[in-house]
């Protein structure tokens, strides 16, 4: 790989490869299947190590890291330790998991021997290349920590309960009822609201057909 950031090229990934990807990722390193999933465990056993990193978002804006070593994830250490942030770290490191799955061979032979080194190299790709491997591992990461049987067995009985109150309004409601489902099962998963909002959409459970 050339460690020219301005030559860096994302590999094609469709969404639902990057779901398969983690799917058998999880299945494989938390066969129990409970809930929320402690990402954090699936690093050992793929070679990862997890480093708190001190003032990692004012270096590079971020809250995890890939290194380039294929080896380490970093996440800011502030957050790590504020019980307040676990949803957030979570995700991270689920999406840094994401980027070593998805594209190791694209890092392999990005090495700098420096946390603020690697940072400015990432910094420098085009924009577009970031974003293609940013979506692929974010898309990796939510269908990870959110799996889809589980999710659509949540959001039925949500809907349930609300066919029980006699509410059946959905075309009416928009957004504001997305937010509803979304806040309480997001506290099953482990995970945002806004995590549980983008699975919605990209599940297909979203929007409801007014039949439902």
Same mark, same amino acid.
């Given at each position: 790989m050339n460690s020219d950031p301005k030559k860096f090229k994302a590999p094609f990934i469709r969404r639902e490869e990057a779901w398969r990807m983690?799917? /058998?990722? #999880? %299945?494989k390193?938390? =066969?129990s299947g409970e809930l929320p999933i %402690?990402?954090? !465990? *699936? *690093?050992?056993? !793929?070679?990862l190590k997890l480093v708190p990193y001190p003032a990692l978002k004012e270096a590079g804006d971020v809250d995890a890291l890939l290194l380039g070593d294929l080896k380490t994830i970093i996440v800011d250490s502030q957050d790590? +330790? +504020?019980d307040r942030m676990q949803n957030r770290i979570r995700f991270s490191i689920a999406h840094e998991?994401?980027?070593f799955i998805l594209h190791r061979d694209l890092f392999k032979g990005i090495f700098y021997t420096s946390v603020n080194a690697w940072i400015k190299f990432m910094q420098k790709i085009p924009d577009d290349q970031y974003a293609?491997? @940013? /979506? /692929?591992?974010? @898309?990796f990461a939510? #269908? !990870? *920590?959110? =799996?889809? %049987? #589980? !999710? @659509?067995?949540e959001f039925q009985q949500l809907i349930q309960k609300a066919k029980n109150a006699k509410f059946f309004d959905w075309d009416k409601t928009g957004d504001s009822a997305l937010g509803y489902i979304a806040t309480p099962i997001s506290r099953i998963f482990g995970v945002s609201s806004d995590v549980i909002e983008? #699975? *919605?959409i990209r599940e297909g459970f979203w929007p409801i057909k007014v039949d439902i």
């Amino acid at each position: 790989m050339n460690s020219d950031p301005k030559k860096f090229k994302a590999p094609f990934i469709r969404r639902e490869e990057a779901w398969r990807m983690a799917d /058998q990722t #999880r %299945e494989k390193h938390w =066969p129990s299947g409970e809930l929320p999933i %402690e990402v954090e !465990l *699936l *690093l050992w056993p !793929l070679g990862l190590k997890l480093v708190p990193y001190p003032a990692l978002k004012e270096a590079g804006d971020v809250d995890a890291l890939l290194l380039g070593d294929l080896k380490t994830i970093i996440v800011d250490s502030q957050d790590y +330790n +504020n019980d307040r942030m676990q949803n957030r770290i979570r995700f991270s490191i689920a999406h840094e998991l994401g980027h070593f799955i998805l594209h190791r061979d694209l890092f392999k032979g990005i090495f700098y021997t420096s946390v603020n080194a690697w940072i400015k190299f990432m910094q420098k790709i085009p924009d577009d290349q970031y974003a293609f491997v @940013e /979506q /692929q591992a974010y @898309e990796f990461a939510g #269908r !990870l *920590l959110v =799996p889809h %049987e #589980r !999710l @659509e067995k949540e959001f039925q009985q949500l809907i349930q309960k609300a066919k029980n109150a006699k509410f059946f309004d959905w075309d009416k409601t928009g957004d504001s009822a997305l937010g509803y489902i979304a806040t309480p099962i997001s506290r099953i998963f482990g995970v945002s609201s806004d995590v549980i909002e983008k #699975r *919605l959409i990209r599940e297909g459970f979203w929007p409801i057909k007014v039949d439902i």
